[in-house]
């Protein structure tokens, strides 16, 4: 069974966990490290056979298109997470709109394909902005990945249904929704895909999880950041103590884990998922 991987393209500096002590007229300023870090997931995965989809934020894509051009180059799925990492239910309907468009616009000029999936920043469609999902269908997106099925302080919808499928959005339109796969125990949900979490847990308990989901017939959606696998990364020290544990806890186990991980599981894009499983 082939399972989703998928890399959310953003830099230390971008993440909303130090989004009340960096201002976005700064980002800037501070060293970037995606490029490098990228390209190190990009080896990684050519050194274990895997293609991925990369979830690139518009803001790096206009920094690094040459970036954008070796990810398509290799054979991985180009999507789109946006362009100024903003939280979706922090913004209006048209700021919202014209940030889709922008992103997809510039992404399919640089790639030259058809950009077909989205992501939100910080997974933040809630019920609060079910709306969205109307912009991105209208946008021509065939998917989302937006949405996780738990309760969290910055996203979540507890009760979506944990599994890809078509979901029909406000308006009526019929969009496939990829959700971030957790595993269940009766009435406990655990965010076990990727990110924070990867980092947190035993990686035993992380691939007992997701080989629960495998063989229940299901596949999963793994995801994660490319300042994840960079111990080395500036320390934002005005940062609070939640903030820093959230961002900086076990770094030096993400690289290693991710190589367990790709050989334990099979992996491809998301769109070669959603076509397997006949909803593309």
Known sequence: MYNAFTID????????????????????????RVDNNTRVL???????????????LGWVAKRHPELVREIAARGHEIASHGMSHVLVYTQSKQ????????????????????VIGYRAATYSITRASL??????????????????PIR?????????????????????????????????YKKLKVPVAGGGYFRLFPYGLTKSAL???NNAGHEFLFYLHPWEIDPEQPRIKTAGLLSKFRHYTNLHKTEPRLRKLLTDFSFTTMRNVLIDKGLL
């Open 9 to 32: 393209v953003e830099d230390y500096y971008h993440v909303q966990a130090f989004a009340r002590v960096i201002s976005k007229s700064t980002w800037d300023t501070y060293p970037s």
């Open 42 to 56: 990009l080896d990684l995965l050519d050194a274990h056979s895997v293609k991925a989809t990369f979830f690139i």
């Open 95 to 114: 700021e919202f709109r014209d940030e889709t468009q922008c992103s997809k616009a510039l992404l399919e000029d640089q790639c030259q394909q058809h």
């Open 131 to 148: 709306w969205a999902l109307d912009i991105i269908y209208e946008a021509g997106f065939k998917y989302d990945s937006s949405i996780v």
């Open 152 to 184: 969290h302080d910055n996203y979540g919808i507890p009760e979506a249904y944990p599994f890809p499928s078509q979901l029909r959005t406000p308006a009526g339109f019929d969009i496939i929704e990829f959700p971030v796969s957790v595993f269940t």
């Open 211 to 213: 080989q629960n989901i």
